[in-house]
C-alpha cells in the first residue's frame, strides 16, 4: 500500500512508527483508508488550506472533514506540490489520495501547510488548478515562531530521523539541518539570532522559522498567481475562539450550501509549552515584525483576530 510508503521508514519500521504516533485502532483505521483510496476512483481537490503552520490548520481540516459535502486527503498534509511532483508523482498518484466511500460525491481538500511559503508551489499549484479556491490563517507571528521551534522541539528520536530522511530526500525544509544536526537541540533564541543574521545578510539560507511569519510577501505571492477572491483569509483566534462560525464563513467562500457547522471541535496538534517565550525574545521579534505586520493591515484592509 504505497500510501504507507513514503520518502524515508517503510515496511516493519513505518509500521512501528504510525502505530507508536496513532495507536492500534488508528493504524487500523489508516490501514482502512490506504485500501479505500487504492479500489475507489480518484478526485482532483475543490481546495486547499495552505497554511499558515502551527496557525489551526489541522484542526480546520478535521472540523471541515466532518461536513457531509467536503472530505479530506488521506493524509491530510500531501506536501505533492511541494515534494512529491519533484520526485516524479504525477497527478494520478496525487489524486488516489482524495477518495470517500461515504461520501463519493463530496468536494476534496487538503492541508499542506508548506506551500504558502514557497512561489514554486505557488506557480504550480496555479498552472495545475488555475481556479482553485485557497484558505490562508494567520497567527500572530511571535507565538507563531515560538509554536513553530517547540514543536520540532517536542519531536521523538524516531520523527527526527525520519524527518532528515524526508528532506535529505527531497532537497527541500533546511530548517531540519539547523535544528537537528546539532548535538544538542537549539535554544529558540540561538535559532532567532541565526536567521536573523542570514536576513541581514541578505541570504535565503538558514533556519526557516521567522520567514514563515511574513505573511504580506506570502499574500502577494499568491496574489500574482490567483485573483484574491479566490484566496481565504482566517485569523487563528476566531478558529480557536468560535470554530463553528469560522468553518461557516468556509462554508460561505466555497459556495457550499448548508447544512451550519456543528461539529465535534475537539482542538488538533496541541502541544505542551517546557516554559513561556522569554520577554527579551518577544521584544526582538515583535520589532523584527513591526513593518511587516504594518504591510499586511495595509494589504487586508483591516486588522486579523490572531
Known amino acids: 500500500m504505497r500510501h504507507?510508503?513514503?520518502?524515508?521508514?517503510?515496511?516493519?519500521?513505518k509500521r512501528a512508527y504510525v502505530q507508536e504516533k496513532y495507536g492500534f485502532v488508528g493504524y487500523i483505521r489508516k490501514i482502512y483508508k490506504a485500501i479505500s483510496a487504492k479500489l475507489l476512483p480518484g478526485h482532483d481537490p475543490f481546495f486547499m488550506i495552505i497554511g499558515a503552520q502551527k496557525a489551526g490548520t489541522t484542526?480546520?481540516?478535521y472540523y471541515l472533514n466532518q461536513h457531509p459535502k467536503l472530505a479530506g486527503s488521506y493524509p491530510k498534509e500531501l506536501n505533492y506540490f511541494s515534494?512529491?511532483?519533484?520526485?516524479g508523482r504525477d497527478l494520478d498518484w496525487y489524486r488516489q489520495h482524495f477518495t470517500s466511500l461515504t461520501k463519493p460525491d463530496a468536494l476534496f481538500f487538503e492541508s499542506t501547510p508548506?506551500?504558502?511559503?514557497?512561489?514554486?508551489?505557488?506557480?504550480?499549484?496555479s498552472k495545475t488548478y488555475p481556479h482553485i479556491k485557497l484558505i490562508m490563517i494567520l497567527r500572530e507571528p511571535v507565538a507563531r515562531a515560538y509554536s513553530g521551534w517547540n514543536m520540532y522541539r517536542s519531536y521523538s528520536p524516531k520523527q527526527v530521523a525520519r524527518k532528515v530522511s524526508v528532506s535529505t530526500n527531497s532537497g527541500v525544509n533546511r530548517v531540519h539541518q539547523y535544528l537537528f544536526a546539532c548535538k544538542a537541540f537549539p535554544a529558540f533564541r540561538e535559532i532567532v539570532d541565526t536567521e536573523l543574521?542570514?536576513?541581514?545578510?541578505?541570504?535565503?539560507?538558514?533556519?526557516?522559522?521567522?520567514?514563515?511569519?511574513?505573511?504580506?510577501?506570502?499574500?502577494?505571492?499568491?496574489?500574482?498567481?490567483?485573483?484574491?477572491?479566490?484566496?481565504?483569509?482566517?485569523?487563528?483566534?476566531?478558529?480557536?475562539?468560535?470554530?463553528?462560525k469560522t468553518c461557516d464563513q468556509v462554508l460561505k467562500f466555497l459556495g457550499v450550501d448548508g447544512p451550519h457547522c456543528s461539529f465535534n471541535i475537539e482542538p488538533k496538534n496541541k502541544r505542551e509549552y517546557m516554559a513561556k517565550i522569554s520577554e527579551a525574545d518577544k521584544q526582538v521579534?515583535?520589532?523584527?515584525?513591526?513593518?511587516?505586520?504594518?504591510?499586511?493591515?495595509?494589504?487586508?484592509?483591516?486588522?486579523?483576530n490572531w
Open 4 to 13: 504507507f510508503i513514503e520518502n524515508g521508514a517503510s515496511g516493519p519500521d
Open 59 to 61: 484542526s480546520l481540516h
Open 83 to 87: 515534494r512529491h511532483i519533484q520526485l
Open 114 to 125: 508548506k506551500y504558502m511559503n514557497l512561489e514554486p508551489v505557488a506557480r504550480l499549484i
Open 197 to 244: 543574521d542570514f536576513i541581514k545578510r541578505g541570504s535565503d539560507d538558514g533556519p526557516f522559522i521567522l520567514r514563515k511569519g511574513l505573511y504580506a510577501e506570502q499574500i502577494k505571492m499568491y496574489h500574482k498567481y490567483f485573483d484574491p477572491d479566490q484566496v481565504l483569509i482566517l485569523g487563528f483566534r476566531d478558529l480557536v475562539n468560535d470554530p463553528n
Open 285 to 304: 521579534l515583535e520589532e523584527f515584525y513591526r513593518e511587516p505586520n504594518r504591510e499586511l493591515k495595509e494589504l487586508l484592509g483591516r486588522e486579523l
